[in-house]
């Protein structure tokens, strides 16, 4: 297997919630892999679980940060700027709507929740870029997390679906605007994973189960798995690849009509 060496780059993860996220997961991967990390994450319930989480990383330098908050957005990136050298490495994991808005209808979505999830879940991509790109040293890369529902309609996943959409297109406008300077912008779209923003989609465990079935390694993703492939296109392994999304789904997003193997056996059998 090719090693990716990181040592000497610097790497900025944003939304940490604790040790079950994607975000933490990749931050796990890059400290493996040699960079300095510094973490983001978002109030005080969450700051003893960061800390906890990341307590066998000696050197990580921790921020809380509410990415719609441009003056502690520009505040933390002048930070790490001028007192930790510049950053090489992003990782966006940021990402919210109110539950009110995912258990409804889309239709009935209210202005106010629409525009709060597209600020927080696509806009935040655009403003974490334009306040790093002083401190971004050249050659560095970002990596953001989007989903299935980008381009498919997923029921009760909502106006999530209409950012994770935003965020894709943000993500190949942002690699456009940023390439001539050899910065990399990508997404990686993740299959279901068990993490804390997961339990706020209503029916869950029925599109877990369903994913699983249908999907053609018949098997959920890891954490891992994400993980492994963001620090990819992170590092200069993808130096070739940019305003890419990667599917991380066990090849979901590949089968096209979507019935489980049991599924076509009662189809068989009933003729």
Known sequence: MLAIDLSGKKALVLGVANQRSIAFATAQKLHEAGAELAITYQGDRVKPLVEKATQHMPSVRLYELDVTDEDNLRAVMADLGENWGGIDYIVHSVAFAPRRAMEGRYIETTKEDWLLAMEVSAYSLVAVAREAEPYWNEGGSMVTFSYYAAEKVVPKYNVMGIAKSALEASVRMLAYELGPKGRRVNAVSAGALRTLSARGIPGFTLLWDHVNAVAPLKRPVTHE???????????????????ETLYVDAGFHAVGIQLSEEQVQSKKGAK
């Not at 798995?225 to 305003?243: I, N």
């Open 225 to 243: 798995e994400v993980a492994q492939a963001s620090v990819f296109l992170l590092s200069p392994l993808a130096s070739g690849v940019t305003g």
